[in-house]
């Protein structure tokens, strides 16, 4: 088709943030943002232009997508522990992948699950007070940025959520609080329309654990012998509470991808325990950030299918959760996987890490095959290519993705689907 | 294909059938008329046995965001019940919050062939419907969460007429792709993001000054008008609160005589007498409901041990955490929708609170009169997960059994109950009311529930048993639209049961409302709110989705 068509109300898969309200316009089957993308999502949507041949390939030769399953199916089959990794994907491609790996045994891991671990451990341990996108639009009157500047991974975060016109709740928008707590990078869209700067409190990320800490002593009235914490002065960490205590909806923000240190978990445990504390007499939430590369996605179906969030492994036949044991690069480095599945949908820099073992690729469209790749086989993209359900950051809401354009390529599901198939027939033998 | 299970002795309130033998035909997943000479091509011979139409249980927490926090917070509480994958079936997790296979497996294995999801947030219905669309074995159907939406607050606060809150709800179950509405702690969500602490029912919401019971009459009225079977679904204020029986029978005035459905009444029914200011309230309430035939209730029993508390009502979960077992818990403020909270909770038969609890839930039970009226729930999670009813079956069935169990526990809460001087035994006729012919009635159901020509073969046959627990834990044969699914106790076949839906009619006038609140409120498009018929088909393995009838009043 050569026609030009127009789309709207188009949900954008390229981060968390998911915004559903991009216009496009699809010509030739090459798309173009035209309105509300931003410059990350224009750019997404315009490297998936339809490349002139990509074809599956195995072992570095173009096969059919037919020869490319079998070789993958056999891959699994000679495997006694496979390793299902990457995983960015839509809904019914992740459910596809479980109900293979379920019956093959594999082990799951997702390629952003280092972050995403940061706040599983925190849920697992002792919870949080969290808030979705519409309840900040809506009713924060003070942001705290905890080591994010939020538009750095999702760069319309200030303009759909923070600088809106209007409120339900008769607050005015403009005059909201922007605080920034840690390092930061980019602080102008902290800057209000009117032009009032936000606050930088400024610290090392890691000490952001410490100054949470501190804040929630001070807030149970508790004396301080130190004068300072992570630089920060007590009596700038007392004012802060004031100003938290005089909001009517604090609003704590955090992306555990900028919080890029050992044992963040910890601060982040901190930080949610002041929350809750704070909300014994004031409303204040959390709103942690991510859900890029479908790490939301994948681990909400994996959750309710087997119970357990990623980093599990189905060889024994039930599902084995373990947070540090299953990690991709662990289980490579201690020759404890013999076969890689790597899925990867969204971002075509997500290779998969180098390693000895048969490896086979799903890959998106630009993704190029190395020769670590055993089986390419090229995949169509969620949103692009075809429909599917795609989880925003706040975990609450699945956006339906659209097809766009007509495309040979199959989707993640149809050939996991296939791969399953073909495995079956050959574990039957 | 014909099927004939033959000579069993059919329990069917439905069609005021109570232990005759008589045989039932099957073609095509339908119960259908003897078809005469006709050849059988498969024979059951259940001479002995009681048959039952499928149960069904029309309140269980089963999908949506909720659940899935639940899931993940607790794989302490899943590694104790581990299940693995066999040629047919999946693996997976049970026990509090079990994985969404595993669900639909042990709700088949015990002889239930329905299962309603009744906290569905229209932001997170895809959420549901994709869940119960990968729990196996049973029907599903989800009731969507109303009166905290900051939408309708507004509408109810410029005194929108009837007819407009009417349309709202329409949409919103249309969009949602709902059997029903349900509201949770009316107004109390959206409160608690204002900083209010409690709601009474007379109380105002601090921004938008307007009272539970306002919303109460106004979407008791507007489920009635619009024709929606099952009545308005109604989780009241002051969940767990002592004292809070007085707002319940105040919540059942607020009906205006309409129908409405109270659930899990059992944390609703408490009095504040006695030295620890908590005591029963589950005679005014069993009293209410007996003289009320507008009100219908599910009991929301609990159960002593492990499980978890998943609730849309954050007001009250946030204030209940501290009473958690295990330390943990997430609440959430949602999308100018709703709210969420979840707390892990272990109730112990020493302690005297949980003791009475228990007691009050059996009272209420044993109390009501109409067993087409109260309905066998433990809330599950909340109360007990759902493995728990072949137990919570022999407590109503047997008081030797109840009176046991009652001399176990607390016994401060113990002399303060009644539960000891009643004697009342429920029947196998009552429990097969109460979990078969009564929800469907409810919920409006007209092919499931019973064992009439026409019915969906949906149909659970069970070995007599003196020891009701044991008889309800493992029933000998399990059809599924026809299908043997279960066979003693075990998976034999894995099918994806249907999606029940209602589709009341509505004037899309209201939308001209909706588009520009979306465009300046909310964070996700207008056009992207409704979920598609397609994606109903994506979500549920392809399974079908059966619409009932709305009819006017």
């Known amino acids: 088709m050569s026609d030009n068509r127009a789309f709207s109300h188009v949900s954008c898969p390229f981060c968390g943030l998911a915004c559903d309200d991009l216009a496009l316009k699809v010509d030739d089957e090459k798309i173009r943002a035209t309105q509300n993308a931003c410059p990350r999502g224009a750019n997404a949507f315009a490297s998936l232009d339809p490349l002139p041949s990509i074809k599956p390939q195995v072992n570095g030769v173009d096969t059919s997508l037919e020869k490319a399953v079998q070789a993958a199916a056999q891959i699994l089959h000679q495997s006694v522990q496979p390793l299902f990794a990457g995983l960015s994907t839509d809904v019914a491609g992740m459910r596809a992948l479980m109900q293979l790996g379920d019956a093959c045994g594999a082990t799951f891991d997702h390629m952003n699950s280092e972050s995403k671990l940061r706040n599983l451990l925190v849920l697992q341990d002792s919870g949080f007070v969290n808030t979705t996108f519409a309840e900040v639009k809506n009713h924060a009157d003070l942001i705290i940025f905890f080591g994010t500047d939020a538009v750095s991974r999702f760069p319309r975060f200030f303009e759909r959520l923070v600088w809106n016109k209007d409120s339900l709740s008769g607050l005015k928008t403009s005059a909201r609080e922007i605080i920034y707590l840690g390092e930061v990078k980019n602080t102008q869209a902290g800057i209000a329309p009117e032009g009032r700067k936000p606050t930088l409190i400024k610290c090392t990320n890691e000490n952001l654990g410490e100054v949470a800490a501190a804040m929630h002593a001070l807030l149970n009235g508790k004396t301080l012998q130190a004068e300072q914490v992570g630089g920060i002065k007590i009596t700038a960490l007392n004012k802060l509470l004031e100003k938290i205590s005089a909001a009517k909806y604090t609003v704590f923000c955090w992306s555990a991808a900028d919080l890029n240190f050992l044992h963040a978990e910890l601060a982040i445990q901190s930080l949610a325990e002041l929350i809750k504390t704070i909300n014994e007499k004031t409303r204040c939430a959390g709103l942690p950030l991510g859900g890029t590369d479908a790490d939301v996605t994948a681990n909400s179906v994996h959750t309710w299918q087997s119970g357990f969030p990623i980093r599990t492994s189905f060889a024994s036949g039930k599902p084995m959760f373990d947070p540090t044991h299953f990690s991709t690069q662990r289980l490579l480095d201690n020759a404890e996987a013999d076969a890689m599945l790597w899925v990867n949908s969204f971002d075509e820099k997500r290779i998969s890490p180098a390693s000895k073992i048969p490896t086979i690729v799903l890959g998106r469209v630009g993704m190029k095959p190395t020769k670590d790749m055993q089986v390419f086989i090229p995949i169509a993209t969620p949103g692009a290519d075809h429909a599917g359900h795609f989880y925003r950051s706040d975990k609450i809401v699945a956006l339906p993705l659209r097809k766009l354009r007509e495309t040979l390529l199959p989707s993640v599901e149809q050939v996991v689907h296939a791969i399953e198939t073909s495995w079956r027939g050959q574990h039957a033998d | ?553």
């Open chain 2, 1 to 553: 294909m014909l099927i004939k299970l033959a000579g069993g002795r059919l329990i069917d309130p439905a069609n005021n059938v109570d232990g005759v033998v008589k045989d039932i035909y099957i073609i095509d997943g339908k119960i259908v008329a003897s078809p005469g000479g006709e050849k059988i091509d498969k024979e059951y011979d259940l001479r002995g046995k009681v048959v039952m139409a499928g149960a069904i249980d029309m309140h269980t927490h089963i999908g949506g965001g909720k659940v899935n926090i639940a899931r993940a917070m607790l794989p302490e509480d899943h590694r104790a019940d581990l299940v693995e994958r066999t040629k047919l079936t999946r693996s997976g997790c049970g026990h509090a919050a079990p994985s969404t296979l595993t669900t639909g497996y042990r709700y088949a294995e015990m002889g239930y062939t329905a299962c309603f999801e009744p906290a569905m947030l229209p932001t997170n219905a895809r959420q549901a419907h994709m869940e119960m669309g990968d729990t196996p074995m049973v029907d599903k159907g989800g009731y969507v969460m109303l009166g905290s939406d900051d939408f309708y607050l507004r509408m109810l606060a410029a005194k929108q007429d009837q007819k407009a809150i009417n349309d709202y709800v329409g949409w919103t179950i249309n969009g949602a792709q709902a059997l029903g509405v349900k509201v949770v702690n009316p107004g109390g969500i959206s409160a608690f993001k204002f900083n209010q602490r409690k709601l009474d029912i007379d109380e105002e919401h601090v921004h938008y000054r307007v009272t539970p019971r306002a919303i109460l009459k106004s979407l008791t009225r507007a489920v009635y008008e619009l024709g929606i079977p099952h009545p308005l679904h109604v989780h009241a204020s002051n969940l767990g609160v002592p004292g809070n029986v007085e707002t319940t029978l105040e919540t059942i005035k607020a009906a205006d005589g309409l129908p409405m459905h109270i659930t899990h009444i059992q944390f609703h029914s408490y009095g504040t007498e006695g030295d620890k200011k908590f005591s029963s309230g589950a005679a005014r309430i069993a009293e209410a409901i007996n003289q009320n035939k507008n009100i219908s209730a599910d009991v929301g029993q609990i159960m002593f041990g492990q499980t978890v508390t998943a609730s849309g009502d954050s007001m009250i979960q946030f204030k209940n955490a501290k009473y958690g077992s295990p330390k943990k818990y997430v609440v959430m403020d949602i999308e100018c929708d709703a709210g969420c909270g979840v707390v892990p909770f272990r109730y112990r038969d020493q302690n005297f609170v949980n003791a009475l609890q228990w007691a009050i839930g059996l009272e209420i039970f044993l109390l009501v009169n109409d067993p087409w009226r109260i309905f066998l729930t433990t809330d599950h999670p909340n109360g007990a997960p759902f493995t728990s009813y072949p137990r919570l079956i022999k407590l109503l069935m047997d008081k030797t059994f109840r009176k046991e169990q009652l001399a176990q526990i607390n016994p401060d809460a113990a002399a303060l109950s009644t539960l000891g001087s009643i004697e009342r035994e429920y029947s196998l006729y009552d429990i097969a009311t109460m979990t078969r012919a009564a929800p469907a009635k409810i919920l409006g159901l007209t092919d499931r529930g019973h064992l009439g020509v026409g019915g969906a073969a949906d149909i659970t046959v069970y070995r007599e048993d003196a020891d009701r627990e044991k008889m309800f834990s493992a029933p000998e044969y399990v059809f599924k639209d026809g299908e043997l699914v279960a066979r003693n106790g075990k998976i034999v076949k894995v099918v994806w049961g249907n999606t029940h839906k209602v589709k009341p009619q509505f004037d899309r006038g209201i939308e001209k409302q909706l588009k520009p609140y979306f465009d300046k409120y909310q964070t996700l498009q207008f056009e992207n709110f409704a979920i598609s018929d397609d994606e109903m088909c994506e979500c549920g393995h392809g399974s079908k989705t059966l619409l009932h009838a709305c009819r006017k009043h």
